[in-house]
């Protein structure tokens, strides 16, 4: 009996498919980060060889080292922005140990809707059951997409490749983008960095509008050398200023009189006595915030910490043509937040409340410069029900709750009198993001955002000064 032409356009892609898995056995693979218990790590899809134009599956190729207890679960879920499109989740029923899992085999799979997945056991022990969903919608945008690892028990090298089969054989690089906040000590630490969300102060009033900015050395017997830098919201440019601080010393200034009638952002830098970057993971420190809102001209007086970024690795950072790059990886340094939450965000009907949400994304180089971005907001009722906007950044946005123009609710009907809702922030470019919330209104206040995921990876430069003391700073 003759094969029907659909079995023979598998077994050509079956081949096809063996194939390229001899190529990608004799590739070198990109060095990756281990996929840990409890990770979650957020992968973006690279292109590196032409897709087919009818795609039947996606195939994430094991890495070569694999060690896990019996009753692991790996889920990985396919993603477009913050919206999961389907799961594969690969069930180990015994334990299985391999660090050179060579020829590499599925441990993650997707279907297309044409097709009927089926349950497959790559490895010994192991069940991987295939999520479906329009895998031509991928193939149209790979870049809209990502994968979202996540490791229930002990320990798996994250992927480097995937392969999307149909009529022909596609390669995707897996770049790590993201690491999830959940598995993350917060931001209630000391560190060698500290991010301050805002500051601001009214020459002419200072009575109504100033801030008090604290900084804290925690170490019981050293003193510390830090590079304040103060950044012009609207012109990004920067200000530094030193300061010496004894074991235990509290610094604390009025902004009227450090950066009088500028509005903006701090990034502290622990340094050693030639200005270079330097392991100091003592510091703490939070700004005080007086300042009408502009919507209803009430005053909100509120308490933001600092953001504390620990350095990771003893000693300076090495200097360069003048300038030293701290690199925030969670190997030199901590990782910066990368998506970011608000929540209780209250109605703004009525005039019983003015929101105001701030963000930044930090420089680049403290030299000076400036960043152009767009941020997209989800925000999240007690309904459940989601709307969403974008807005423009282009140094330092100040963004009233109220003129916000959200899709495909209103924001009078989606967030309506005695509700309220929570807001979630990136960048496009998965770069660093910081904020935080000010209220007027029936509560007033303020808060810090929270981290919801980490940047892969973002590097600051910063130009070497030595440090010298100010009269009264010791």
């Known amino acids: 009996m003759r094969s029907c032409p659909s079995r023979h356009i598998i077994r050509h892609i079956i081949r096809h498919i063996i194939s390229m898995l001899a190529l990608l056995c004799v590739m070198a693979f990109p060095a990756r980060a281990n996929g840990n218990t409890g990770d979650a790590i957020y992968f973006s899809l690279q292109v590196t060889a032409p897709l087919p134009s009818s795609p039947s599956s996606l195939l994430v190729q094991s890495p070569s080292f694999i ?43 997707f279907a297309s809707l044409n097709d009927l997945p089926t349950l497959g056991q790559p490895l010994a022990g192991a069940t991987l059951t295939p999520g479906q969903t329009d895998l031509n919608a991928l193939v149209a945008a790979p870049d809209q997409f990502r994968l979202l690892w996540m490791l229930s028990d002990g320990v798996i090298g994250t992927p480097g490749r995937a392969i999307v089969t149909g009529a022909g ?22 560190g060698s960095v500290l991010f301050y969300h805002r500051y601001t102060s009214n020459p002419t009033n200072t009575a109504r509008e100033n801030t ?86 009430m005053t909100y007086d509120s308490l933001l910490n600092a953001v504390a970024v620990a350095k990771r690795t003893a000693g300076a950072v090495t200097t360069t043509s003048g300038a030293a790059e701290m690199v925030f990886d969670d190997v030199a340094y901590d990782r910066l937040p990368g998506q970011i939450a608000v929540d209780n965000v209250p109605s703004q009907s009525v005039g019983l409340n003015a929101t105001t949400l701030m963000f930044y994304r930090p420089l680049a180089n403290l030299a000076g410069g400036a960043v152009n971005s767009t941020i997209q907001l989800s925000a999240y009722n007690n309904e459940g029900a989601h709307s969403s906007t974008t807005v423009s950044l282009a140094c330092y946005r100040d963004l009233s709750v109220s003129a916000l123009r959200l899709t495909p609710t209103p924001l009078s009907n989606f967030i309506p009198p005695g509700s309220t809702a929570w807001f979630a922030l990136s960048s ?3 770069l660093p993001l910081f904020g935080a919330q000010l209220n007027a209104g029936q509560f007033s206040g303020g808060s810090t955002s929270r981290a919801l995921t980490f940047s892969a990876e973002y590097r600051i430069s910063v130009p070497i000064k030595p440090v010298v003391c100010a009269a009264g700073n010791k």
């Open 67 to 109: 060690n896990v207890p019996a009753g692991t679960v790996l889920s990985v879920h396919l993603m477009r922005g913050d919206a999961v499109l389907a799961t594969s989740t690969l069930r180990f029923t015994s334990a299985y140990a391999n660090n050179t899992l060579i020829p590499p085999v599925p441990v993650a799979s």
């Open 169 to 190: 054989v596609g390669l995707v690089n897996l770049k790590l983008a993201m690491v999830s906040a959940a598995t993350r000590v917060g931001d209630q630490k000391p």
């Open 212 to 297: 008090l900015l604290s900084l804290t050395n925690t170490h019981p017997a050293e003193s510390a050398n830090v590079r304040l830098f103060l950044i012009n919201g609207v012109s990004c440019e920067p200000v530094e200023i030193q300061i010496c601080l004894t074991p235990r010393q509290t610094l604390s200034v009025l902004m009227s009189d450090l950066d009088p009638g500028v509005r903006g952002y701090g990034i502290v830098v622990a340094c050693d006595a030639a200005g270079q970057p330097t392991q100091f993971n003592w510091l703490i420190g939070y700004t005080q915030v007086k300042q009408p809102n502009p919507v209803n001209g």
């Open 428 to 430: 496009t470019e998965a």
